[in-house]
Nanobody, 121 residues
């Protein structure tokens, strides 16, 4: 019913930048808060940033000032601009969307498949 596709990951040197995208498609009636999470090898999946449908944002403390989350409601797309990347940011980055679907009952979380970000020299 709802599909999320992330893109924009890759290999970048420390101090570099990447911009991730997350496109949401399907029978969506309301797309609410969108979030980015990341999971490093052998670790749990951690929240990174969120943006509400009205544009309110929140960030994990470790990435404040370097990461910027944004969205284009007309395109059902969220972005994560990552600057001054550090090796510890290496992880698979996942997009999550809180949404209601046409004919559905209530709000649910939907996840993408993830995109790999590797920060290394």
């Amino acid at each position: 019913q709802v599909q999320l596709v992330e893109s924009g990951g890759g290999l970048v040197q420390p101090g570099g930048s990447l911009r991730l995208s997350c496109v949401v498609s399907g029978s969506i009636s309301s797309l609410r808060t969108m979030s980015w999470f990341r999971q490093a090898p052998g670790k749990q999946r951690d929240w990174v940033a969120s943006i509400t449908s009205f544009g309110g944002t929140n960030y994990v403390d470790s990435e404040k000032g370097r990461f910027t989350i944004s969205r284009d409601n007309a395109k059902n797309t969220a972005y994560l601009q990552m600057n001054s990347l550090k090796p510890e940011a290496t992880a698979v980055y996942y997009c999550k969307a809180l949404a209601t679907v046409v004919g559905g009952l209530g709000v649910s979380d939907y996840w993408g498949q993830g995109t790999q970000v590797t920060v290394s020299s």
